[in-house]
């Protein structure tokens, strides 16, 4: 695979916070995973704030992009193909979303992903219920993969909590009562699946991750074949971004970011409000096209 030299690495990190012609997102969500708004209404929201290249990452699945791409079309914007794997690395969650996917390739193993969603919820549904708390998902659409948050919905819906907060502290965060674990799926496992169907594989959020330090883990993972770092992330400080910065410049490692967003009222940052330079986008298609055809170049 390409390598990324010093000198273009630096000359993205200069780009960023230029001005108002910034218009990358490179992580968000919609309603086929924990996201609430449609795909259509995601690039509609997108637009309307500027964003000219978006992706969209829903965990487990890629059932919304196609929806978006043709959205897409209306529009002054790009829609990149992506999705956001679960894994596990040492017993945690650990998150890689995957840019450039092909789809069809990757169609049954994110159909088995799917499945192991629903068990998942299957399985947090039943705790709930012996603790007492007996609910119901709503009905999800074909392709959707259930996640905590619809858990968490459900619960606000029924009056058992107050707030999606007190939902995840109560219930369903790591840990708590009705928590369940991902499916056996290694980190390493994603990034081979994702690297076999054309995908370019990056760690989402590392400073969210609660298996290790960054700079432990990120080696192991290089050694895995994982290609990108998602640096710029609403729940990464300043201080974070620019360890991370560094890291990408050892490891020759591409930089991505977005808001995460999933939706309007979730407390979270709004769209295109990272300051996220287009010159990012370059590095990112070229190495997805370097995974589906190393022959050239």
């Not at 919609?30 to 704030?49: E, F, I, M, N, R």
């Not at 699945?61 to 894994?87: F, H």
């Not at 799926?185 to 370019?200: K, N, T």
């Amino acid at each position: 695979m390409p390598r990324l030299n010093r000198a273009t690495l630096e000359k993205q990190q200069r780009t960023f916070g230029v001005g108002p012609y910034i218009m990358l997102e490179l992580h968000c969500h919609s309603q086929y995973s924990d996201g609430t708004l449609t795909p259509t209404q995601l690039v509609q929201t997108a637009a309307a704030a500027g964003v000219k290249v978006l992706a969209l990452t829903d965990h487990d699945t890629m059932s919304g992009c196609l929806e978006a791409a043709e959205t897409a079309q209306g529009y002054d914007l790009t829609l990149v193909p992506g999705v956001e794997l679960s894994t596990v690395y040492r017993g945690r969650s650990m998150h890689i979303l995957g840019f450039y996917p092909d789809g069809d390739r990757l169609e049954a193993p994110l159909r088995e992903r799917l499945q192991g969603r629903k068990q998942r919820a299957q399985q947090m549904l039943d705790k709930l219920h012996r603790l007492g708390y007996a609910l119901e998902l709503p009905q999800l659409g074909e392709g959707v993969a259930p996640s905590r948050p619809h858990l968490a919905r459900a619960l606000l819906a029924a009056g058992y909590v107050n707030s999606w907060e007190e939902a995840f502290d109560r219930f369903l965060g790591e840990g708590k009562p009705a928590y369940v674990g991902y499916a056996k799926f290694s980190a390493e496992d994603g990034i081979a699946l994702l690297r076999s169907c054309g995908a370019v594989p990056v760690w989402a959020h590392p400073y969210l991750f609660a298996g290790g330090p960054v700079e432990e883990v990120l080696p192991h993972l290089v050694e895995a074949g994982l290609m990108g770092v998602e640096v710029y992330h609403p729940h990464h400080r300043r201080s974070q971004q620019e360890r991370l910065q560094q890291l990408c410049q050892q490891y020759s490692l591409l930089i991505t970011g977005g808001t995460d967003y999933h939706g309007p009222g979730l407390g979270a940052k709004a769209l295109n409000s990272f300051a996220l330079p287009m010159s990012l986008l370059a590095p990112l298609k070229a190495a997805a096209a370097h995974l589906k055809f190393p022959e050239v170049g």
